[in-house]
């Protein structure tokens, strides 16, 4: 096993995640392809814990090799899993290029029907901070209206009204 298959594994476990989170962060800021290698395999990883902090990691490193990864992530049975795999997918001022995949339809879904709760809360918010969009804009109106949970109504408003102050006027 090699060292950064070592901290990937590390990454399942409860006191080793932050110092295999930290090495793994650190390798990936200096363009180690061995450790990104090791990050994209622990995508596919059995823990839901390696899967989660793999996700979670690739906030600030991920490329267009990450995407199908983090997208097949976003069917997880592990919510925690869905949501860290979400936003490394819909944040993208964190990337150090764009992703160069629509996340509209992504958030949107999970926005509107994950069974979690903080999934959808996420989902809302990723929607609302993406570019003017009229499709995120239509959908953050129907959220603001009819979304069971109240703290998604709430973000919904916020990121419909920021979505409607960014399309042109009339």
Not at 33 to 54: D, F, H, I, M, N
Not at 124 to 138: N, V
Not at 150 to 166: D, E, F, I, S
């Amino acid at each position: 096993m090699t060292a950064y298959a070592a901290a990937v594994a590390a990454l399942g476990t409860s006191d080793g995640w932050p110092a295999a989170y930290a090495r793994l962060d650190a390798a990936l800021a200096a363009g180690d392809g061995a450790a990104r290698e090791a990050v994209l395999a622990g995508l596919e990883g059995e823990s839901p814990g390696v899967r989660k902090w793999c996700a979670a990691v690739l906030d600030h490193h991920a490329d267009a090799r990450a995407v199908a990864g983090l997208v097949r992530l976003l069917d997880d049975p592990v919510a925690a899993v869905r949501r860290h795999a979400l936003h490394s997918l819909g944040c993208q001022p964190c990337k150090p290029e764009p992703l160069g995949v629509d996340v509209v339809p992504l958030l949107l879904a999970r926005a509107r029907s994950d069974a979690s709760v903080s999934v959808r809360r996420a989902a809302t918010h990723l929607l609302g901070c993406q570019p003017a969009d009229a499709r995120a804009g239509a959908a953050l109106r129907a959220l603001a209206a009819d979304d069971p949970d109240a703290r998604v109504r709430r973000t919904a408003r916020w990121g419909a009204a920021r979505h409607a102050a960014a399309e042109p006027a009339g």
